[in-house]
């Protein structure tokens, strides 16, 4: 068992992609699971988390995940961290593109250490309650419209990463 896991949610496999990429980027120290396959016991003892959703409904988390958070949320999260990315349209769903994330956020920022926010410089949209004061709370990723910017975005994100997960 590695320290970091990722956990994602896919509805239609862009979400499942990128969670491989992630894992690839992590050169083979990071385990991975679909949340729809799993149990609590499976993935408590993990010290870091990367959790991965795309968007659904209007901003809404992906319906895996509905399911798993609430009760993923209340683990003790003690000396852990937590990294955020969330898939999004920005072109279709330019005023809610990727809320997902601060789904995810909202339910664990005051439980455990979250990490990994970006800057929103180079992204186009026109709202997102994932953004505050300029900073994305995890990673936002469109493989609608940018799936070009993704691999860059990735390893950027992952190199940001690998700083907080020792
Ligand atoms: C019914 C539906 C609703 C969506 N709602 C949003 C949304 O509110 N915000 C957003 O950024 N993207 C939204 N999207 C776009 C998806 O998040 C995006 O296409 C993503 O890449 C899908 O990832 P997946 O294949 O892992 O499910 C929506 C897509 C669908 C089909």
Request: proline share 2%; aromatic share 12%.
């Amino acid at each position: 068992m590695n320290k970091i896991v990722i956990l994602y949610g896919s509805s239609g496999g862009n979400a499942a992609s990128v969670a491989r990429q992630v894992q690839d980027l992590f050169d083979g120290n990071a385990d991975i699971f679909n949340v729809m396959d799993i149990t609590l016991k499976e993935v408590k003892d993990y010290s870091y988390y990367v959790i991965g959703t795309s968007t659904t409904g209007i901003g809404d988390l992906q319906d895996d995940w509905e399911g798993f958070l609430p009760s993923f949320a209340r683990m003790d999260f003690s000396g852990k961290k937590v990294a955020i990315f969330a898939l999004g349209d920005s072109a279709s769903y330019s005023t809610s593109f990727a809320e997902s994330m601060k789904v995810v956020y909202d339910e664990m920022h005051d439980k455990v250490q979250i990490v990994g926010q970006v800057p929103d410089e180079g992204y186009t949209y026109d709202d997102s309650t994932a953004v505050s004061n300029g900073m994305w709370v995890g990673l936002p990723i469109d493989e609608d419209n940018e799936y070009d910017l993704t691999q860059e975005r990735l390893a950027k994100w992952v190199e940001m990463l690998k700083k907080e997960f020792v």
